[in-house]
């Protein structure tokens, strides 16, 4: 019953910016941390950005830190990751999750998934 739905991947070029969107479905969503993680080929899955839904608190990779921004809004049970100052590196299938844990940025924590979205940035 638990959906997730990633959007508004692309193709963008380099320095430029993109906001992906994550709908849920089948769960209650304020109870819920929302975390995107990403996977280039022939790379391990990675962590991006968490929000939790207790502790009011956001988690970054090093490597998006002050670049990428996670938001949620819970009226809508929805999660966003505004991305700016994108590089090749940034380039993978993003893919959005749910855990119950409060403060995990683990994949292995994280039960749902949604079906990913693919992002690619290009000079």
């Known amino acids: 019953q638990v959906q997730l739905a990633e959007s508004g991947g692309g193709l963008v070029q380099a320095g430029g910016s993109l906001r992906l969107s994550c709908a849920a479905s089948?769960?209650?969503?304020?109870?819920?941390?929302m975390g995107w993680f990403r996977q280039a080929p022939g790379k391990e899955r990675e962590f991006v950005a968490a929000?939790?839904?207790?502790?009011?608190?956001?988690y970054y990779a090093d490597s998006v830190k002050g670049r990428f921004t996670i938001s949620r809004d819970n009226a809508k049970n929805t999660v966003d990751l505004q991305m700016n100052s994108l590089n090749f590196e940034d380039t993978a299938v993003y893919y959005c999750?749910?855990?119950?844990?409060?403060?995990?940025?683990?994949?292995?924590?994280?039960?749902?998934w949604g079906q990913g979205t693919q992002v690619t940035v290009s000079s």
């Open positions: 999750a749910a855990t119950p844990v409060i403060t995990s940025t683990n994949s292995v924590d994280y039960g749902y």
């Open positions: 929000r939790s839904w207790s502790l009011g608190r956001s």
């Open positions: 089948g769960l209650t969503f304020g109870s819920y941390t």
